[in-house]
């Protein structure tokens, strides 16, 4: 069975920093691009970074750069997410899914989708 599962979430104030991974099983993920992706209550899918196979290319949005840093271990079929100086409002689940379209892609074009890991921030 081919999963990927997230771990790392938490709670955390704000300012303070957790680091998310992301675990691949099943088959391995090492040509693929991985990214993170948040869903805050009762909000869209909000697309959080993405790396390429090789860990040499990544992408961030907006309010993720310069505070989060995408990278990722092939040996170990595993891709983190570093989250510092974190906000109430990068308060969300954050699931990592697997696809072969590029850093930037829709929620459609992933193949593999995590279950998620809470991050809530407080003030």
């Known amino acids: 069975q081919v999963e990927l599962v997230e771990s790392g979430g938490g709670l955390v104030q704000a300012g303070g920093s957790l680091r998310l991974s992301c675990v691949a099983s099943?088959?391995?993920?090492?040509?693929?691009?991985i990214s993170w992706i948040r869903q805050a209550p009762g909000k869209e899918r909000e697309f959080v970074a993405s790396?390429?196979?090789?860990?040499?290319?990544?992408l961030y949005s907006a309010f993720a750069k310069g505070r989060f840093t995408i990278s990722r271990d092939n040996a170990k079929n595993s891709v983190y997410l570093q989250m510092t100086s974190l906000k109430q409002e990068d308060t969300a689940v954050y699931y990592c899914a697997a696809g072969e379209n590029g850093l930037r892609m829709s929620s459609s074009e992933y193949g593999y989708w995590g279950q998620g890991t809470q991050v809530t921030v407080s003030s």
């Open positions: 099943g088959r391995t993920f090492a040509d693929e691009v």
């Open positions: 790396v390429n196979w090789d860990g040499a290319m990544t």
